[in-house]
Structure formats: structure tokens, C-alpha cells
């Protein structure tokens, strides 16, 4: 997933896109790096969570009033190739993304065919290519960048919001044609002079004090120039398919995207399973901490049986490392979890989390609970089955690694070995968030041309080994 932000106009540029960053920290942890431009780009990256990658570092030393940050999520390509990345030509170009290309094999082709060379496999380095190729045709202009990023559009499929300072031209950010990535955009006043920034998520915009103005428009491009007149474009847009992912699990609560709060929406699922578990015995609800405690909290409520905390996630064991795999990181979870005996001995839980991806997290979870004294776990799932793979980011990209692909729920029950697992429906799913989304990785209707999957599902494969 990873999180960006970008600032221009601000006299505290590198000190606010720090706390951007922390704010976006859940967005991803393995690497965090910055880039501002004063007379020349300055630059520092790292892996680690944004306060051991700054730690040494004096903000200060990062000067300028225009900059990009970006915290990491590994999925495709990651390496150790830290963003933002610099790019020289035709101007110099300071670029941070989220997201994902499909197509990625083929268009680093189609650059070497014109003697451009990538030095990593991330698909950043490839879409700043593109768009510094598509750049280098025109005379600098507003139009010329936005024409640069039409020919993005034309050859890449797949997901991704960008940020991106141009050298003594401006601040750029734009969304892919279905808007699959979230990229909001605010503005605040600082002694009379307007200043501007996006971000992934508007949490990181009101913690410094932008008021948001809204999302950005699938295909949307906004540049602003060093005069801070900002200019918009739709440069081509499809159906919207903001991916559903970012409200069951991704986002904070404390977010709004495409105007819809993820609060509210997880709340809306705990409404949803309700509907499904009525009748059901047990004698408390508990969450798998801590994305599924909003919708636990409303199942609780709506069901009559007490909202309880059967495992308390330990909030200060650091990241152990770099969690390239999803082994690690299901492990990583695992050793956060700490289980309280009174609400487990000799209960039957409704345990709620937020989606079922390999079923191994699951499967230890409910064998912990039962080795504490658990008399029957009923495994809920805010997210309907994972059937599909995600090309866009998330990093699911093998079907054969989805518990729910090819097995009913009895089957998955006796390998999780919980009393009951039921899921979120997808009608529930789409009424809980209220628009059109990317559901892909349920339904296997894909948003974008996905004929380059095998070889993208391969790329990650050997990034994990
Ligand atoms: S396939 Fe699923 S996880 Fe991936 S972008 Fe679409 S909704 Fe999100």
C-alpha cells in the first residue's frame, strides 16, 4: 500500500512531512525516505519506521518550501531501493508513489527500446521514466505535464497515486484512471500566503493543519506551480474503483475517503454480521485488535452479548524486521497478542477480524485461545472471502496462498479449526461503504487489464526468497 505525502508553500516543509509521515506510518513500515528542493534536492532515505530512518537526521538540513515523503509497505520490487526517487531528465524530478503496475515487464522493455534503463525493479523508477520520457518531448508548461501524464495513463495498468516535485516548476500529484488508490488534497494560510498539500489519507492533512478540500478525481492531475497557483485536470478517467481494502483494514478510523468516514463504514460491517449471527450463543464478542474493533464493538451491541478484549495487542514490541514476507509478518502479529485468561476460560467467543487471507494467522490465533481455556471459538470475518489475487498492492498475489479460493466454509472451518467462521457478504460490503469500489480479490472482475499478472505475481515471489 505505502503512504505519500507532498508539501509545497510551507516554511516548515521537511518538519511537516516528518509528522505526515508518522501520521501515514500505518500505511508502511519497512522504509521511510523524503525529498525537498531548495536550490538543489536533498534527500534522505532509509529502512525503518520514520523515527529510526530520521532519528540522526536534522530536519533542518532538508531545506525548501516544496517536498515529497513516502512510507513503505513492501509488495512488488521494494529491494532496497527506498523512495522517493530523483530522476534528472528532462528537469529534475522528485517522485513518490502508491501502488502497483500489472504491466511492468513489458513497459521496462518498451524504455530500453529507447535507451532508457531502469536500476531497480520498482514500479516507481519505471512511472518516473515514463513520465520524464514523456516530458522530455514538450517545452515546459502546465499543459505539457499534464500531456506527460496522459501518455502514463496510456501505457501503464494498474494502481497509483503519485506526488512529485519538479524542480523550480512546481508540485505535481495525480491518481490513476480508476482512482484505486486513495489521494486527498488540502490547503491552509500561512501569513496571507495559501499554502498546499496531499496525502494518502486526510488524517495526515488535519493533523498539520490543512483544511482538506477533497479527493482527487480518478485520472486527476493537479499542478502546483512555484507561484502557488493551482491547476487542475481530469485527464481520463473510468468507472471509480476505490479499493474496498482501504476501509475494512487499511485506513485509520479516523479517515475519510472519497468522503466516506472509515468509521462509520466499519461500523456498517459490524451491522452487516449482525444480520448474519442473529440467533447465535455465545457469551461475548471480542475483536482481533485492532482494525476489527470498531465492527466488533456495533456486532456486540446489535447481538446483546458483551463487547469484551480476549487478546490485547502489545503496542510497544518494535518491528523485528524488515517483513518482506507474509510469514514475518503473519508471525510479527502473532507476537503482539497477548491473551486475558478471565474473558477466554470456559467461553464461547465470537471472535471478529478483519479479513481471512492465508488462514495460517487464523489457525494459530484460534489454537491459541482454545489451548487458553477457549470452549468454542466462532471466527467472524468483517471482509467477505478472498478468492482472488491483488495486482494493485496488497500483497496477496498468488490464488493458490487464498484459503478461501476452491474451499466452502466447512472446509475452511476444520483448517482454521474454529466451531464456525462466517463471512461478511459482498452485497453487505458494497452497502457498508455506499459506492463503487474495486472488489477484484472477491469476485475476480478486475478494474484494469491484468494480462501480465503471471509475470508480476512472479516478480514478488522472488522478492520474497
Ligand atoms: S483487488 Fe482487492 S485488495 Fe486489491 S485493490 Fe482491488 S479491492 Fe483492493
Same mark, same amino acid.
Given at each position: 500500500?505505502?503512504?505519500?505525502?507532498?508539501?509545497?508553500?510551507?516554511?516548515?516543509?521537511?518538519?511537516?512531512?516528518?509528522?505526515?509521515?508518522?501520521?501515514?506510518?500505518?500505511?508502511?513500515?519497512?522504509?521511510?525516505?523524503?525529498?525537498?528542493?531548495?536550490?538543489?534536492?536533498?534527500?534522505?532515505?532509509?529502512?525503518?519506521?520514520?523515527?529510526?530512518?530520521?532519528?540522526?537526521?536534522?530536519?533542518?538540513?532538508?531545506?525548501?518550501?516544496?517536498?515529497?515523503?513516502? %512510507?513503505?509497505?513492501?509488495?512488488?520490487?521494494?529491494?532496497?531501493?527506498?523512495?522517493?526517487?530523483?530522476? %534528472?531528465?528532462?528537469?529534475?524530478?522528485?517522485?513518490?508513489?502508491?501502488?502497483?503496475?500489472?504491466?511492468?515487464?513489458?513497459?521496462?522493455?518498451?524504455?530500453?527500446?529507447?535507451?532508457?534503463?531502469?536500476?531497480?525493479?520498482?514500479?516507481?523508477?519505471?512511472?518516473?521514466?515514463?513520465?520524464?520520457?514523456?516530458?522530455?518531448?514538450?517545452?515546459?508548461?502546465?499543459?505539457?505535464?499534464?500531456?506527460?501524464?496522459?501518455?502514463?495513463?496510456?501505457?501503464?495498468?494498474?494502481?497509483?497515486?503519485?506526488?512529485?516535485?519538479?524542480?523550480?516548476?512546481?508540485?505535481?500529484?495525480?491518481?490513476?484512471?480508476?482512482?484505486?488508490?486513495?489521494?486527498?488534497?488540502?490547503?491552509?494560510?500561512?501569513?496571507?500566503?495559501?499554502?498546499?498539500?496531499?496525502?494518502?489519507?486526510?488524517?495526515?492533512?488535519?493533523?498539520?493543519?490543512?483544511?482538506?478540500?477533497?479527493?482527487?478525481?480518478?485520472?486527476?492531475?493537479?499542478?502546483?506551480?512555484?507561484?502557488?497557483?493551482?491547476?487542475?485536470?481530469?485527464?481520463?478517467?473510468?468507472?471509480?474503483?476505490?479499493?474496498?481494502?482501504?476501509?475494512?483494514?487499511?485506513?485509520?478510523?479516523?479517515?475519510?475517503?472519497?468522503?466516506?468516514?472509515?468509521?462509520?463504514?466499519?461500523?456498517?460491517?459490524?451491522?452487516?454480521?449482525?444480520?448474519?449471527?442473529?440467533?447465535?450463543?455465545?457469551?461475548?464478542?471480542?475483536p482481533v485488535p485492532d482494525t476489527s474493533i470498531?465492527?466488533?464493538?456495533?456486532?456486540?451491541?446489535?447481538?446483546?452479548?458483551?463487547?469484551?478484549e480476549?487478546l490485547i495487542k502489545?503496542?510497544?514490541?518494535?518491528?523485528?524486521?524488515?517483513?518482506?514476507?507474509?510469514?514475518?509478518?503473519?508471525?510479527?502479529?502473532?507476537?503482539?497478542l497477548?491473551?486475558?485468561?478471565?474473558?477466554?476460560?470456559?467461553?464461547?467467543?465470537?471472535?471478529?477480524?478483519?479479513?481471512?487471507?492465508?488462514?495460517?494467522?487464523?489457525?494459530?490465533?484460534?489454537?491459541?485461545?482454545?489451548?487458553?481455556?477457549?470452549?468454542?471459538?466462532?471466527?467472524?470475518?468483517?471482509?467477505?472471502?478472498?478468492?482472488?489475487?491483488?495486482?494493485?498492492?496488497?500483497?496477496?498475489?498468488?490464488?493458490?496462498?487464498?484459503?478461501?479460493?476452491?474451499?466452502?466454509?466447512?472446509?475452511?472451518?476444520?483448517?482454521?479449526?474454529?466451531?464456525?467462521? %462466517?463471512?461478511?457478504?459482498?452485497?453487505?460490503?458494497?452497502?457498508?461503504?455506499?459506492?463503487?469500489?474495486?472488489?477484484?480479490?472477491? %469476485?475476480?472482475?478486475?478494474?484494469?487489464?491484468?494480462?501480465?499478472?503471471?509475470?508480476?505475481?512472479?516478480?514478488?515471489?522472488?522478492?520474497?526468497?
Amino acid at each position: 500500500m505505502c503512504g505519500i505525502i507532498g508539501i509545497i508553500g510551507s516554511q516548515d516543509t521537511s518538519d511537516e512531512i516528518y509528522w505526515g509521515m508518522k501520521t501515514l506510518q500505518h500505511r508502511g513500515q519497512d522504509a521511510a525516505g523524503m525529498i525537498t528542493y531548495s536550490d538543489k534536492f536533498h534527500a534522505k532515505r532509509g529502512l525503518g519506521l520514520v523515527e529510526e530512518v530520521f532519528k540522526e537526521e536534522k530536519l533542518s538540513n532538508l531545506k525548501g518550501t516544496i517536498g515529497v515523503g513516502h %512510507t513503505r509497505y513492501p509488495t512488488v520490487g521494494a529491494g532496497t531501493f527506498v523512495q522517493p526517487f530523483i530522476s %534528472t531528465y528532462p528537469y529534475g524530478i522528485a517522485m513518490a508513489h502508491n501502488g502497483n503496475v500489472v504491466n511492468f515487464d513489458q513497459l521496462q522493455s518498451n524504455l530500453k527500446e529507447r535507451m532508457r534503463y531502469l536500476t531497480s525493479d520498482c514500479d516507481l523508477e519505471l512511472i518516473l521514466n515514463l513520465f520524464s520520457d514523456e516530458l522530455g518531448g514538450h517545452r515546459f508548461s502546465k499543459e505539457a505535464v499534464f500531456d506527460s501524464i496522459q501518455g502514463v495513463f496510456e501505457q501503464v495498468d494498474g494502481a497509483y497515486s503519485v506526488v512529485a516535485v519538479i524542480a523550480d516548476k512546481g508540485l505535481l500529484a495525480f491518481k490513476d484512471p480508476r482512482g484505486i488508490k486513495p489521494l486527498i488534497f488540502g490547503e491552509k494560510y500561512v501569513n496571507g500566503k495559501k499554502g498546499f498539500a496531499f496525502a494518502s489519507e486526510d488524517i495526515a492533512l488535519n493533523s498539520l493543519g490543512y483544511g482538506v478540500s477533497r479527493d482527487l478525481k480518478p485520472g486527476e492531475a493537479i499542478f502546483v506551480d512555484t507561484e502557488l497557483n493551482a491547476h487542475f485536470r481530469v485527464i481520463q478517467s473510468h468507472a471509480p474503483a476505490p479499493c474496498m481494502f482501504e476501509w475494512v483494514y487499511f485506513a485509520r478510523a479516523e479517515s475519510r475517503i472519497n468522503g466516506r468516514s472509515v468509521y462509520d463504514v466499519r461500523q456498517n460491517l459490524g451491522r452487516g454480521l449482525a444480520k448474519k449471527l442473529k440467533g447465535i450463543r455465545a457469551d461475548l464478542v471480542s475483536p482481533v485488535p485492532d482494525t476489527s474493533i470498531t465492527a466488533s464493538i456495533i456486532l456486540a451491541e446489535e447481538l446483546g452479548l458483551p463487547y469484551r478484549e480476549a487478546l490485547i495487542k502489545d503496542r510497544y514490541v518494535g518491528r523485528s524486521f524488515i517483513m518482506g514476507s507474509p510469514e514475518k509478518r503473519e508471525n510479527a502479529v502473532l507476537r503482539k497478542l497477548n491473551p486475558i485468561y478471565s474473558e477466554i476460560r470456559g467461553k464461547d467467543l465470537i471472535l471478529v477480524d478483519d479479513s481471512i487471507v492465508r488462514g495460517t494467522t487464523s489457525r494459530k490465533i484460534v489454537k491459541m485461545l482454545k489451548d487458553k481455556g477457549a470452549r468454542k471459538v466462532h471466527l467472524v470475518s468483517t471482509c467477505p472471502p478472498l478468492k482472488y489475487p491483488c495486482y494493485y498492492g496488497i500483497d496477496f498475489p498468488l490464488q493458490s496462498e487464498l484459503i478461501s479460493t476452491n474451499r466452502g466454509n466447512e472446509q475452511i472451518r476444520q483448517e482454521i479449526g474454529a466451531d464456525s467462521v %462466517t463471512y461478511q457478504d459482498i452485497s453487505s460490503l458494497e452497502e457498508a461503504i455506499g459506492l463503487g469500489v474495486c472488489k477484484a480479490c472477491l %469476485t475476480g472482475e478486475y478494474p484494469t487489464p491484468i494480462q501480465e499478472s503471471k509475470t508480476f505475481a512472479e516478480r514478488r515471489i522472488k522478492d520474497r526468497k
